[in-house]
């Protein structure tokens, strides 16, 4: 009677390993818990590194946010900055960036030394549409715009006027 159930509990095993296996082979790798994407891991990062001169890729994580599949591509640029890009797994639509340069994040507004109107002007080379808040915080501009379809958050660099974080969202309006 053991014997029979070592041999049942031996080939459940194999069984079951095959089907993990068949499955792993057909699986392309673009598969969110049975949804499919329409851009590979590899073109989204190639986006990621159009978007991002230089970034050298340290990891890719396949995520669902509200049920928009993205690729979160976390990498290096060339001068040492971390460099997260964010891009829709159909689209290959880049939906936001987020680099950390590692300076003081502690700056207040006195610190800032490019002016308002500078601010605006990066943030519209980002974005599109128009201006609807712009604020500093923590030695930084934070720029909310938007085109009617699109909600874009903007976050510039007080000292250099670099965008150092950007996010496209859709408009709930």
């Known amino acids: 009677m053991k014997k029979k ?22 699986n392309n790798g673009n598969d969110w818990n049975g949804q499919t994407a329409s851009l590979s891991q590899e073109e989204a990062e190639k986006a990621a590194k159009e978007e991002v001169s230089g970034l050298t890729i340290n990891k890719v994580e396949k ?29 290959g639509e880049v939906i936001e960036t987020d680099s950390d340069d590692d300076s003081d994040d502690n700056q207040n507004s006195a610190d800032v030394k ?12 980002e974005g599109k549409g128009k201006i609807e808040e712009i604020e500093v915080d923590d030695g930084h501009y934070e720029v909310e ?22 996010e496209k969202d859709q408009d709930d309006d």
Request: cysteine-free; glycine content about 14%.
């Open 114 to 125: 490019i002016t308002k109107e500078e601010a605006e002007q990066a943030a519209k080379k």
């Open 5 to 26: 159930l070592v041999v049942g509990g031996i080939v459940g095993a194999v069984v079951l390993g095959g089907a993990f296996g068949a499955n792993a082979m057909t």
């Open 63 to 91: 995520d669902d946010d509200d049920g928009r599949l993205i690729y979160e591509v976390e990498g290096t640029t060339e001068d040492g900055k971390e460099a997260d890009v964010d891009v829709d797994a159909n689209t």
């Open 145 to 166: 715009m938007s085109d009617g379809q699109d909600e874009y958050e903007i976050k510039i660099d007080g000292q250099t006027g670099e965008v150092i974080e950007s």
